[in-house]
């Protein structure tokens, strides 16, 4: 929630900055440069992470940093905002998609009908109906604003895997470097209006300088969106998160209401409930705290407790040592046929090691 408020205030304060006069890309090159800056020390002190994990690094700064922004603002030069918005907040349904037939996981019903309920009511937040035209260069840089999304999300818990895993700071340092440096190409930050930066922008009618809002988009919407985006899908699940992720826009466009004067309509605020319910209900999905096996997973098989052929199964209580004589004549029989761990079921609700 603290990450999809964080994110959503960014278009608030980078609004007046381009009224002032700023090109969007320049603001995106802005908050990046400057958050990669900020983190600068956090990248020193993790400064042997690209030589255990480069493909992580390079993989969060070029989809996680770079590519969201890019394909994204590529996508508004051709199709209206709503519509871009709302197809690169598919990355909720690609990510449950991803977990489903690529990871092979299952996916709650709670996750894949809170998917359902976000995408529905983020369409009445952004009113996609208004203004909506096709063109398939445009709805095509759009789904590529939603894949690198779901590469947010999937390399964000990809990072915390296995033993040798990554620290949530390193990894967002060095993928702000990383995008930092592509976007430093497609921006061009040599031909921005510097000037602008040492003048004033308008909230409102209200007068701020406008480095203080550079300030909160730097260290509000960028950092601490991303630390606590980060350490939100590690402690959820890729597919939790990016649902609750579809509260940005909700936020976004509630903020832009209050501090930029813009009404919201009728259908904009009955779609903001339904998001909400679809993260509450999203939520729900997130993994229940179990016994941790010496691997790493939650044990979550359950233990017979009846006698023989009861068939009752209590999570978590040992079973009668009722018949230990017969036992000690069939130990190598049994030896290895633990109820409900066959297969590695027994890891099922954790982590997948590497």
Request: proline fraction near 6%; aromatic fraction near 6%; include cysteine.
């Amino acid at each position: 929630m603290i990450s999809a408020c964080a994110f959503g205030g960014s278009g608030v304060a980078a609004k007046p900055l381009i009224t002032a006069g700023l090109d969007p890309l320049h603001v995106t090159w802005l908050r990046v440069a400057g958050a990669a800056l900020v983190m600068l020390p956090v990248a020193w002190r993790h400064r042997r992470l690209p030589l255990r994990r480069p493909a992580l690094l390079a993989g969060f700064g070029l989809l996680a940093v770079a590519g969201v922004q890019a394909c994204y603002f590529a996508a508004l030069s051709r199709i209206p905002v709503g519509v871009a918005l709302l197809i690169e907040y598919l990355a909720p349904a690609l990510v449950l998609g991803w977990v489903r037939f690529v990871q092979r996981k299952p996916v709650t019903r709670a996750a894949a009908v809170g998917v359902v309920l976000a995408v529905g009511g983020l369409a009445c937040v952004v009113e996609v109906w208004a203004g909506l035209r096709l063109d398939p260069v445009g709805l095509a840089l759009a789904l590529g604003a939603a894949c690198c999304q779901v590469g947010y999300f999937v390399l964000s818990d990809h990072g915390s895997d296995g033993a040798d895993a990554a620290d949530p700071l390193g990894v967002i340092a060095y993928g702000m470097l990383v995008g930092a440096a592509v976007l430093t190409v497609v921006a061009r930050p040599w031909e921005m209006d510097w000037p602008v930066l040492g003048g004033s922008a308008y909230l409102d009618g209200t007068r701020v300088p406008a480095v203080l809002l550079l300030v909160w988009i730097v260290l509000i919407a960028t950092v601490l969106a991303y630390v606590t985006g980060v350490l939100s899908v590690r402690r959820l699940s890729p597919q939790v998160a990016g649902v609750v992720a579809c509260l940005e826009a909700v936020i976004a466009t509630v903020l832009a209401w209050v501090l930029l004067g813009e009404h919201l309509t009728a259908p904009q605020v009955v779609g903001g409930l339904v998001v909400l319910a679809g993260a509450f209900v999203a939520q729900s999905a997130t993994p229940k705290a179990g016994r941790t096996d010496e691997r790493g997973g939650r044990d979550t098989a359950p233990v017979r407790t009846g006698g023989a052929g009861s068939g009752e199964d209590v999570p978590g209580e040992a079973a009668p040592d009722e018949e230990a004589p017969r036992r000690a004549d069939t130990d190598e029989a049994a030896e290895g046929d633990t109820p409900g761990l066959e297969d590695g079921q027994g890891l099922s609700a954790g982590r997948r090691t590497s």
